[in-house]
């Protein structure tokens, strides 16, 4: 099949149902799997074949969702999971227990945050947050139990493009996979391209875009060598109690480069079960169908959002791609020439007081904690996503008190711009 994410996006994974034609993949919504006989039955669960059990594990209308996204991502094997979180939570746990650590830019979405400095660090895993703006903070930070680099492609709300290819080279020194969330950039930016061995997604936000479904997904590059990195990865490189003491990367050597993902779904997601339902794999596999035109159309509104902000006299500071210098406009140059994003953020002459008022005056553009949705959003983080962080951490991940962060849906620009505008003069008082 050809390349072009237009064509993947409606075509990958699927062709038609065996049993009865159908053209539209169809919602499996079934717990479980008849075997044929009880070899089949032992087969699956022996991994000799892969296949449908049970649907915690895996479930024929995820599967579409996932080669799909594999497909997309030029990754080899995907796992869709109950959100966003959950495939942060495992993309980490999958190769780090208690005694471990992590490197972690500063540049994060805040649950992602305080899942990394809260509960990993119950769970024993240190996170060493550093400022992506250093490439080599990674390796400075690095230690024999360091198992994984973690950032965001276009984090908000900085939207400082990551140095994907700079720090993933930084992890093939050490033997260190880089795990990319590329939730704000699907189909702008591929992270396998680069180097980066394991992308996740909040699937709730622009692969869904209708704003409907929560899910996650995690994919693998299929490009990290387990093996030749035993020491640094025992997770993949020592046996496995829980799985008849298999050796992750040597036991899945005949299906593929698959380990990472499949020992994923046959230990975390078997005994953490943090699975997607059938229907909202199905519901995200809708929005995916649409995601090339979306993708397309929040780029050109957004980009006319930053324009028409930074020609008001009442806003200090416009926070997009476009707008940033030096350093950050070469990444912007490197990472994104296919388009610079759907977020993007403003700072309003009179502080915390006026941006509250400008989200008080918005008609059009909705007032929620998400992002990617195809209908405009805005938020004011330092009170509602940031607000479980401190006022020194906030001020590391970026958020100013009167900081305003947009996601530019698929509107007619015309009504975005009048709506923002109205509410602007409203702030003004
Ligand atoms: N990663 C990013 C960049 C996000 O914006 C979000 C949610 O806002 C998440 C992860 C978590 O995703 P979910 O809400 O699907 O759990």
């Known amino acids: ?34 075997f044929n006989d009880t070899d089949h039955a032992a087969g699956l669960f022996g991994l000799a074949q892969l296949g449908n059990i049970y649907t915690r594990i895996m479930n024929p209308t995820t599967d579409v969702l996932e080669k799909r996204m594999a497909a997309l991502e030029g990754g080899v094997a995907a796992l869709a999971l109950a959100s966003g979180q959950a495939a942060s939570m495992f993309s980490v746990l999958n190769v780090a227990k208690a005694g471990d650590n992590i490197v972690s830019s500063t540049d994060l979405y805040g649950g992602t945050w305080n899942l990394f400095a809260n509960q990993l660090k119950d769970l024993g895993i240190e996170c060493r947050f550093v400022d992506p703006a250093d490439p080599e903070a990674f390796a400075r930070a690095t230690d024999d139990r360091t198992r994984a680099y973690y950032a965001e492609t ?68 299929g490009n990290f060598d387990w093996e030749a990195n035993a020491a640094r990865q025992p997770a993949l490189n020592t046996p496995d109690p829980s799985y008849h003491g298999a050796v992750w990367s040597q036991a899945v050597k005949p299906l593929g480069p698959i380990a990472y993902i499949l020992k994923m779904r046959v230990t975390l997601l078997r005994d953490m079960g943090a699975c997607i339902s059938p229907m909202n794999a199905w519901l995200i596999l809708q929005g995916i169908e649409t995601l090339a035109l979306r993708m397309r159309a929040h780029c050109d509104n957004a980009s006319a959002v930053a324009k028409f902000l930074g020609a008001r006299s009442d806003v200090t500071k416009v926070i997009h791609p476009s707008t940033q210098t030096g350093a950050g406009a070469a990444m912007v140059a490197k990472y994104l020439p296919r388009g610079q994003g759907g977020l993007l953020g403003f700072e309003l002459a009179g502080g915390a007081e006026a941006g509250k008022a400008f989200i008080n005056n918005l008609k059009l553009l909705y007032h929620v904690a998400n992002i ?41 620009i015309d009504d975005i711009l009048a709506d923002i505008g109205q509410a602007l003069d409203a702030a003004k008082g």
């Open 372 to 412: 990617g949705d195809a209908r405009s959003l805005a938020i004011h983080p330092a009170s509602t996503t940031h607000s479980q962080l401190s006022a020194d951490e906030q001020a590391a991940t970026g958020v100013s008190p009167g900081y305003i962060r947009l996601s530019i849906g698929i509107e007619h």
């Open 1 to 34: 099949m050809s390349n072009h994410p237009e064509t993947l996006a409606l075509h990958a994974g699927w062709r038609r149902d065996e049993a009865t034609t159908a053209v539209a993949v169809p919602i499996y919504q079934t717990t479980a799997f008849q």
């Open 154 to 221: 276009l984090p908000n709300p900085k939207l400082r493009v990551f140095p994907i290819a700079e720090v993933a080279a930084i992890g093939k020194r050490f033997g260190i996979p880089l795990i990319m969330d590329n939730t704000a950039a699907p189909l702008l930016v591929r992270p396998f391209d680069h180097g980066a061995a394991v992308v996740m997604y909040s699937a709730t936000k622009y692969l869904g875009g209708h704003g409907t479904s929560i899910g996650g997904i995690v994919i693998d590059g």
